[in-house]
């Protein structure tokens, strides 16, 4: 082999698993961004939300270092009102969580929820509002109710659509 075919098999060498890596790094980037957001940014969003009395709330006013559940329900949902009444009866499985229901739905319509299930008497539970609809695309959801579980330091640990037991659901509870 002449020297400058020798230089350039050494080149392809060396610069090589740099090539690689910077197309798996693309490739995993391709990837991410096929994800719904939820999972590209794995923490609880920060949607204004209105709640029952009209305030105004975001992520920021949920308590600090208490695991979440993301509860999101349709105010016409029978599987939503199952699995609320499900909740509502077993609270004490709950007892260290708090939960963050919000629902697509204008305030009014989840007012009437909020009064038919008495949600004012558990002090772990908030109701929102969020009409804008952006949280049914940031958790891609498809299908009522969907319930998303966040540790304690506000980061997603598992994701439900659809009808859930609740034993599934407090197997991802501490």
Same mark, same amino acid.
């Given at each position: 082999?002449?020297?400058?075919?020798?230089?350039?098999?050494?080149?392809?060498? +060396? +610069?090589?698993?740099?090539?690689?890596?910077?197309q798996s790094q693309t490739s995993a980037t391709a990837a991410d961004k096929d994800k719904p957001p939820y999972l590209q940014f794995p923490?609880?969003?920060?949607?204004?939300?209105?709640?029952?009395?009209?305030?105004?709330?975001?992520?920021?006013?949920?308590?600090?270092?208490?695991?979440?559940?993301?509860?999101?329900?349709?105010?016409?949902?029978?599987? +939503?009102?199952?699995?609320t009444e499900e909740v509502l009866k077993n609270i004490?499985?709950?007892?260290?969580?708090?939960?963050?229901?919000?629902?697509?739905?204008?305030?009014?319509?989840?007012?009437?929820?909020?009064?038919?299930?008495?949600?004012?008497?558990?002090?772990?539970?908030v109701m929102t509002s969020e009409p804008t609809r952006q949280i049914m695309y940031y958790y891609n959801l498809h299908y009522f109710?969907?319930?998303f579980v966040y540790n304690k330091k506000q980061q997603f640990v598992k994701g439900f659509e659809g009808t859930v037991k609740l034993e599934q659901l407090t197997e991802y509870l501490n």
């Open positions: 082999m002449s020297y400058m075919k020798r230089y350039l098999f050494f080149l392809c060498l +060396c +610069c090589l698993p740099a090539l690689l890596s910077a923490f609880i969003p920060a949607f204004p939300l209105t709640l029952p009395d009209g305030h105004v709330i975001t992520k920021n006013d949920l308590k600090k270092n208490t695991q979440t559940i993301v509860f999101i329900f349709s105010v016409d949902c029978d599987h +939503c009102k199952h699995l004490d499985k709950f007892k260290k969580t708090q939960i963050l229901m919000i629902t697509p739905f204008k305030p009014e319509q989840m007012k009437e929820y909020y009064n038919t299930y008495k949600i004012k008497d558990y002090p772990n539970i109710p969907g319930l």
